[in-house]
């Protein structure tokens, strides 16, 4: 079996515009989530977010780009070409038919819907821009990092909610695995704070009004937030022999449905996914130093996940960390695992575990070792990165030290 | 209609059954009532009434608007119409 490397890492998030800026973010426990500035947010119940701060989209893309990219490809198409530069990699002849992109996301262009809706039953026009389509559709971001770095290999996006990276970059490392590819461009992206994707979530009533405190007993909910991590996958003897740096090495991924409810997990199925994972990997549980946990602070998941890790570890769960980045970045839905691997890949390479920041009070039902609020200096040779989405959704991916 | 008929009514058609067999004192898990069933009661008494009902689907124990009863839920609600008309 081929085995796969991560050899290069971009991203844009509440953190910080690039990798560096998140990682020292993480390091020192920083939030990025406050006050958000959209459209009509006076009229939203829910007015906090991770938003993506200082970005001037005229500085990235000119004016012919921006009528085609959404904001979740503008934010695919930045952490692309970090990563890809990182990996120092061009695509032409053989590599290029060789190569493909695997993206995540939950919904798409949802800021180009939201605009064209308004425009068509609020302010009554009976035409739209004519790239709504190709701008909205959810794989445009897929396709554009594709075209701008002459992919031509298998490339697709991924649907499955707040899981929607994980599943994308376990299809990526399978795809190198078993000889489809050699090079995958994978992650996730998502951009949902505008007014009509935040008033959506606000419906269910699971959202945060203050601040995302996952595993601590005073908990108020989820928080959202926006932006992308983009990784290049590579077969291990291809990176080899070119002399990149490998950043970390990709080694089993499972995934797993609950079958059970649409938005309730089930410990069964998110433990089955984090067994799975080990399996695949040939891990024994012991060598688990780090989960980076889905971890979105709503009492349901929070509970379910430290029943699962506690199912599949055993004894070993006492001893492992467990954190939650999306304290600091907030829930980037269908991009979130793709800025998670970040945190992941922090803890291999820096021996450094990003803390659960906002943590106030201890909960019997999460009473494991959660990184409370400071980053841990610790070596850890191989990490986990769990999310469970609505529907029942699990994917869980398993990484170690290059 | 009262603001108790009302609400038994809104009761009656998340739990499946007819208004005469939801009776006050049962809770909402008496009456088969799921987290989702109880946010969509929420959502269906807030437009009835034109209200905002202060709940968290996180943390329903500890939210301002006791949800114990069918009788509590009543009483809650009379008192945010009040307050509204206030």
Partial sequence: MRRVVITGAGTINALGHNVPDTLEAMREGRCGIGELEIRDVDRLSVKIGGQVRGYDEHAHFNRQQIALYDRFTQFALLSASEAISQAGLTFFGELAARSGVVLGTSGGGLSTQDENYRVVYEDGKNRVHPFVVPKLMNNAAASHVSMQWNLKGPSFTVATACASSNHAMGQAFQMIRYGLADVMVTGGSESMLCFGGVKAWEGLRVMSKDACRPFSANRSGMVQGEGAGAFVFEEMGHAKARGAEILAEVIGFAMTSDAADIVMPSKQGAARAIKGAMQDARLPKEKVGYINAHGTGTAANDKTECAAVADAFGPHADSLMLSSTKSMHGHLIGGTGAVELLACIMALREGVIAPTIGYEEHDPECALDVVPNEAREAKVDAVLSNAFAFGGLNAVLALKAA | ?86
């Avoid at chain 2, 809104?10 to 059954?17: F, K, S, Y």
């Avoid at chain 2, 004192?25 to 009434?49: M, N």
């Fill in chain 2, 1 to 86: 209609m009262t603001v108790q008929e009302k609400i038994v009514e809104i009761i009656a058609e998340q739990a499946v059954l007819e208004v005469g067999d939801v009776s006050l004192d049962q809770s909402l898990d008496d009456l088969g009532i799921d987290s989702l069933g109880l946010v969509e009661s929420i959502f269906a008494i807030e437009e009835e009434f034109d209200i905002q009902v202060p709940f968290n689907a996180n943390e329903p124990e500890n939210s301002e608007f006791d949800i114990s009863s069918v009788q509590a839920i009543v009483t809650a609600v009379e008192g945010l119409v009040r307050a509204q008309k206030a």
